[in-house]
């Protein structure tokens, strides 16, 4: 039997750039004081650095992800936003930490609709620049739970920026797509010779290395009031976009208490609105009324109630996701055992359902980075950080050497004034899912990936092979994947038995086969009989090119 193909193409970038599919995994990476596990080995040893020198997870996270800045560049950096999550062990609870920022307060939405004159170009350029949440939010993590002086947390990403690293083939490859549209200041740093740098070829940041150091002198301060601000500024002026001094000056980093189900005796935390991880916690709802061990790890059976469960959570995305402030998700409803089962009861276990929007569709960051660290006293960073898309919206304010993000084009803007239009003054939305789960009270598990649409899918497929299947960490982060996308097509990774495609085909899903979706990052916690931390377990994605350690 063939397959049934979509209509329509699905990009490959949903899922993030994944050079390598699924494959057999190895052991996790293990520790006993302390757990990195990142995009990139440079900045797992940047983490890891900072952990051997008495720092504890959150100020290992800082230096993570101003690494991941500086060897990452088209993914994250101070001028994104994010979602992150954190476990305190001092005070056993756990927190959502927004760096999303807020809308600039001059958007005009109508930018981005037709009639308007270049609407098209403007939802990547300069006026879908929102304001940067990054920086605000390491700082707001450090001052509250760090233990290091904070320029120490920027040491390791400095080094690597003022004295360079041999780019790898998925950098490398990212550059070369993207630098004809690179600013002429910017392609003299990814292209001194006049074409863009190769795998192998030392990526030297001079502006970014002084940038960072202005930051780590002078705290966020530096960068939302300073000169940094003042050269965003002139680039937005210069360029037509909405971000001012005022939205600068006007962000700041948000605590919120995270949303949270209980999932076959454990806890699962994600982050709470304005963050649309609610999604996936609706999903593992569902699929909790079911025997899923029973049904068989990827089989048919599995994957197809999967799959309609999924589908529904994208319906709820669509539907209810919106600002807390102004139209609140009913969460009351949507994570209740009573909704989960009246759900589930409407999935046709012999047949595929055609998906029918509730009338919205959006965007999602396609290019993202996750990362996790735990250190010895059990404290956990979970982080998502974006600049939206590849190397944001490709303006980088002259002698920074940080690129903007373009985090207004995964709005919606038709039609005009849905919940997640680009609302001038409102908080951005993300569809993050930064992930700790907590087993007898006690944090056991971190995780969560990258890959736009496909985040709050993966993520509830990583924690049912963690607690229904009892995979290893990295055996869970391995296993291959499914993911709804519009309009109806259910993508499967090429590991997938081509028997039990053609099966879920006879059942009427519409299937695309892809190499790989996502690039998570996990770790677990191993307890001793004393109630102790007794090690770390830690994975990589063997999609992605990141690296797992512990010490």
Known sequence: MSLKLPAVVIALGLAVPAFHSA???????????????????????????????????????????????????????????????????????????????????????????????????????????????NVHAWEAMSRRHGRLKWSRLFEPAIDLAANGFALESREADLIARGFAGFPEHARTIYGPHGKPLGAGERLVQTDLARSLGLVAKGGAAAFYEGELAGAIDGAMKEAGGFLSLADLARDEAEWRAPIAIRYRGVDVLTASPPANAFDYLVRLGLMQQFDV???????????????????????????????????????????????????????????????????????????????????????????????????????????TGIWLNDSLEFSTFEPKGNPMDAHAGRRKLSGDCPTIILRNGR?????????????????????????????????????????????????????????????????????????????????????????????????????????????
């Open 443 to 551: 944090p056991w598990a971190a995780l969560g990936t990258p890959g736009g649409h496909t985040i709050g899918q993966t993520v509830p497929q990583i924690v049912m092979n963690l607690v229904d299947f009892g995979m290893d960490v990295q055996e869970a982060l391995a296993a291959p994947r499914v993911s709804f996308a519009e309009p109806d097509v259910l993508m499967v990774e090429e590991a997938i038995p081509v028997a039990v495609r053609t099966a879920l085909a006879s059942r009427g899903h519409n299937l695309r086969v892809t190499r790989g979706m996502g690039n998570a990052h996990a770790l677990t916690i191993e307890f001793g009989p004393d109630g102790r931390i007794a090690g770390f377990k830690g994975a990589a994605d063997p999609r992605g090119a990141g690296r797992a350690a512990g010490f």
């Open 23 to 133: 494959a057999q995994p190895g052991a996790p990476a293990a520790g006993r004081s302390g757990m990195v596990s990142s995009a990139h080995p440079l900045a797992t040893e940047a983490g890891l650095k900072i952990l051997r020198s008495g720092g504890n997870a959150f100020d290992a996270a800082v230096a993570v992800a101003a690494a991941l800045n500086v060897v990452e560049p088209e993914m994250s950096g101070m001028g994104g936003y994010g979602t992150i999550l954190v476990y305190d062990a001092k005070s056993k609870k756990t927190w959502f930490l927004n760096p999303s920022g807020r809308i600039p307060a001059a958007v005009d939405s109508d930018a981005f609709r037709a009639p308007t004159p270049g609407y098209v170009e403007n939802r990547r350029g300069a006026k879908s620049v929102s304001t940067p949440g």
């Open 293 to 399: 061990r029973a049904l068989g790890h990827n089989s048919v059976e599995y994957l197809h109630r999967f799959a309609e469960a999924t589908k529904h959570g994208f319906w709820v995305r669509l539907r209810y996701a919106g600002d807390p402030d102004v139209a609140p998700p009913p969460l009351d409803r949507l994570l209740s055992a009573a909704y989960w089962k009246e759900q589930a009861a409407a999935i046709d276990a012999a047949k595929a359902k055609p998906f029918v929007p509730p009338g919205v569709s959006g965007g999602a960051d396609r290019h993202t980075t996750h990362f996790v660290v735990a250190d010895k006293d059990g404290n956990i960073v979970s982080a998502t950080l974006t600049l939206g898309g590849v190397f944001g919206s490709r303006i980088m304010p002259r002698g």
